[in-house]
């Protein structure tokens, strides 16, 4: 079992920056993918961004340019670096991580001010 914890949401300005940060409690070399998902109210869950093992990152075409998924082996975390942000990238920012399967944390919030 693995357990993620996330931190760094917050409220921000357009145009501000952000970084959140996932804890995971096992080694992060023992995890296939770790990313991140978000939520905004009545929308569906959407994928952000995600980092595999071997170090291939995936972004969704709406933060291309804009945000940045890395990792830290020694911390067991890895950080959203989020720049130039929107209003629209306003949500519930989840962390996941996938060893066999999916888990997740809490949630932080992240609210982007017009």
């Known amino acids: 079992q693995v357990q993620v914890v996330e931190s760094g949401g917050g409220l921000v300005q357009t145009g501000g920056s952000l970084r959140l940060s996932c804890a995971a409690s096992?080694?992060?070399?023992?995890?296939?993918?770790m990313g991140w998902y978000r939520q905004a109210i009545g929308k569906q869950r959407e994928l952000v961004a995600r980092?595999?093992?071997?170090?291939?990152?995936n972004y969704a075409d709406s933060v291309k340019g804009r945000f940045s998924i890395s990792r830290d082996f020694a911390k067991n975390t890895v950080y959203l670096q989020m720049n130039s942000l929107k209003p629209e990238d306003t949500g519930v920012y989840y962390c996941?991580?996938?060893?066999?399967?999916?888990?997740w944390g809490q949630g932080t919030q992240v609210t982007v001010s017009s």
């Open positions: 096992t080694s992060i070399f023992s995890i296939t993918t």
């Open positions: 996941y991580a996938n060893r066999g399967y999916d888990y």
């Open positions: 980092i595999s093992t071997n170090g291939i990152t």
